[in-house]
């Protein structure tokens, strides 16, 4: 492999944004052990909806009794994990403007999805991706891809068959009213979803027209698809990979924490994805403007679940457990994070109700969430000037992560060709009712981050910026050259709460073309006053 030369320009490392996360665990497949009166017992819980944090970790309540507690511990103390995790991505990548030249072949469509549809009929978010393969393998679906007028590679064209959300969504849209029947009304509020699927039904039930006449039509559309598209994606392990770590110290990835009696317990472990500190070597602060995150759990009271008018009486608890996979003892207190505690795991636990109540189902638990903000941090902007959020569920997920998904997210990482020690870019942003600055120069340009954390801008889908550019003189006394965008320049954004673009490329102002020879005198003159020492 060549070595990088002095003079080469810096590394790049990609990093593509995750919009979403549906996540799942499998649980060991014992073999029969044990007696009869005493098996191997285990189940897993989770929320389906993992972290997209850049630091975010995906948890999981797997409850055993003691043997397969014994079976788990010893398999990953021998560097195995026993688990494998799947991951049910939403990807977000940027394109140049791609012109699509779609061809829709009504009847290979419909049998593709008759054949993919379930046994009852319906359709869910995972047969529907089944039969969109179909449809691209069968050539139900044909398109031209250009980009700049020119065709795009094969495996670029590959992934936006197969992965791209939007060329998904347009597709069906298109023909869905002639082979598809669903209803509104069954099956869920028809709200957007995550998916495609999702999106395009809005979480009715589907079915297949009974009443299909086969016409031979095929159906042609234009597509353009800008700057940001989602992808789906899927990926799945059991972190094998990490057996030379585990082994080497496996107290980072076992913790034995004995709750007792645990078949009679309600058991909620919080952990959280809060990025408490980190700073570059340039001094740029990458951390959450959080000061603190706090979690409380309410459940029915065990000796009296029902209160007046046999509405649910519930007991709240707002302490817990504190231990970490590190340690092997943890101690008691307010379940509360800050920079001094940010890797605790903090359980909390009900005596579990010996009788259902119809009011309540036995494992579901109300999590009230909340994130204490640094007000003087001009990052945040929230909501009438609050520093305080808070976000309450009501669901069985046993493993809640605090994050910033509760609130809103906007970063942006700015990027242009190297600048001259005399130059000065001012990158002056607007998203929605908000207006920023950002200074970029030769010294922070490799770490030029725009951040916002707000719930104010979940609806927006694009923000606009404007450069100004000024051209020191060599000397004090030389009139600086100051020039700028015509016009605001246009960057799509996903709408939702997060809103990722981890490397826009600026783009700059032409120079005024009677100016250009006195900038470049200027950044000459600078250069050599710099190298000799002298500069003013």
Not at 177 to 192: H, K, L, R, T, V
Not at 223 to 231: E, H, N, P, R
Not at 376 to 401: C, F, G, I, K, Y
Not at 487 to 509: C, D, E, H, M
Request: a negative charge; hydrophobic letters at 40%.
């Amino acid at each position: 492999m060549p070595q990088r030369a002095s003079n080469d320009p810096d590394p790049i490392l990609g990093i593509v944004p995750i919009l979403g996360n549906d996540v799942s665990i499998e649980i060991p497949q014992f073999a029969p052990g044990g007696s009869p009166a005493a098996p191997l017992w285990a189940q897993a819980q989770c929320a389906q909806k993992g972290s997209i944090e850049a630091t975010g970790i995906s948890s999981f309540l797997v409850s055993c009794n003691e043997l397969a507690a014994g079976a788990i511990a010893g398999s990953l103390q021998a560097g195995v994990s026993p688990f494998v995790v799947n991951y049910a991505l939403t990807e977000q990548f940027y394109l140049p403007t791609c012109e699509i030249d779609v061809d829709i072949d009504m009847d290979k469509v419909y049998d593709s999805f008759s054949v993919a549809a379930s046994v009852s009929g319906l359709f869910t978010s995972a047969s529907f991706q089944g039969a969109w393969s179909a449809c691209v393998t069968s050539g139900a679906i044909s398109t031209v891809m250009k980009i700049d007028e020119a065709a795009i590679p094969a495996d670029l064209k590959t992934m936006i068959m197969n992965q791209c959300q939007q060329m998904q969504t347009n597709a069906i849209n298109w023909v869905k009213d002639e082979i598809f029947s669903w209803d509104p009304s069954n099956g869920g509020d028809a709200q957007a979803q995550s998916t495609p699927f999702g999106s395009i039904f809005g979480g009715a039930s589907v079915s297949m027209k009974a009443n299909y006449q086969r016409r031979s039509i095929h159906v042609q559309q234009s597509l353009t698809l800008d700057t940001s598209v989602a992808m789906s994606d899927g990926k799945s392990g059991d972190l094998s990979d990490l057996e030379p770590a585990i082994k080497a110290d496996v107290s980072k990835y076992l913790a034995i924490v004995d709750i007792g009696q645990f078949f009679q317990k309600i058991q909620v472990a919080a952990t959280n994805a809060i990025n408490w500190k980190e700073t570059l070597p340039d001094g740029t602060n990458l951390s959450d403007p959080i000061m603190s995150a706090m979690v409380s759990v309410s459940y029915p009271n065990y000796d009296q679940p029902l209160g007046a008018n046999n509405t649910v009486n519930l007991q709240t608890l707002g302490q817990g457990y504190h231990y970490t996979t590190a340690e092997t003892t943890g101690t008691d207190g307010i379940a509360q994070w800050t920079s001094n505690n940010p890797v605790d795991v903090i359980n909390i636990s009900f005596l579990r109700l010996d009788n259902t109540i119809s009011q309540w189902p036995s494992d579901q638990v109300l999590v009230t969430k909340t994130l204490i903000f640094d007000g003087n941090d001009p990052r945040v902007d929230l909501t009438n000037n609050q520093t305080q959020v808070v976000v309450t569920t009501t669901d069985n997920d046993h493993t809640p992560v605090i994050d910033m998904n509760l609130v809103g997210y906007t970063f942006v990482r700015f990027m242009c060709r190297p600048l001259p020690a005399n130059v000065t870019l001012v990158v002056n942003t607007t998203l929605g009712s908000r207006n920023d600055s950002i200074t970029i120069t030769s010294a922070n340009q490799k770490s030029c981050i725009w951040e916002i954390f707000s719930d104010k801008y979940v609806g927006e889908t694009s923000f606009q910026y404007t450069v100004q550019v000024t051209v020191q003189g060599p000397n004090f006394t030389d009139n600086p050259i100051v020039y700028q965008s015509p016009q605001p320049i246009t960057v799509a954004l996903p709408p939702g709460r997060v809103k990722y673009n981890p490397l826009l490329s600026l783009q700059l102002p032409d120079a005024p073309p009677d100016q250009v020879a006195a900038i470049n005198t200027y950044i000459l003159q600078y250069q050599r006053q710099a190298l000799a020492g002298t500069t003013t």
